[in-house]
């Protein structure tokens, strides 16, 4: 059964041949992390397909090598750190190249891995977003995560702050919903 915003309700999210549930709690930080703690970086560009549950992702890592993926997302309608259902298939440049001619929206980001984090450093109009994410592989493990003193507040349940409604947030609405957690970016 899929709800009106295309989720799964009113059953269990069970991973299928090709989907993995996605569990995931998402915190905002006040600011970019230090440099030094910085394992990983790359930058990333989304472009979430109109009218569909796609995501369309461009990374791109400092030694040169690129990550280009096609991901659905299918969510579940309840709170917590299950997400949903994630299928990702990856991309040749050519067939990016095809799917990027596709109507869309565009998020650019930097993603700094801070261990156990990954941490979005997010550009133009959502500038001085910074969002942190920890990732997880049973719904325990989840409940148990203590997050690191970085964080300001978790924003798991806050769909404002996932990338979907994201990419359609102007700056005066971004500046309002982190204004509510008490930041304010310059």
Known sequence: MTGKAGGV???LVRPGKYARVERERRFLLAGPPEPSAVTVSRLITDRYLEGTRLRLRWAEFPDGRREIKLTQKVPVARP???Q???TNTYLSPAEY???ATLPARVLSKSRLSVPPLGVDVFEGRLRGLVLAEAEFTSDEEARSFLPPAVCVAEVTDDERFTGGRL????RRELLGWLAEYGLRPE
């Open 9 to 11: 309700e009113g059953r």
């Open 167 to 170: 990419v359609r947030a102007s």
């Open 84 to 86: 949903g259902l994630l």
């Open 97 to 99: 190249e095809v799917l």
């Open 80 to 82: 917590g750190a299950t």
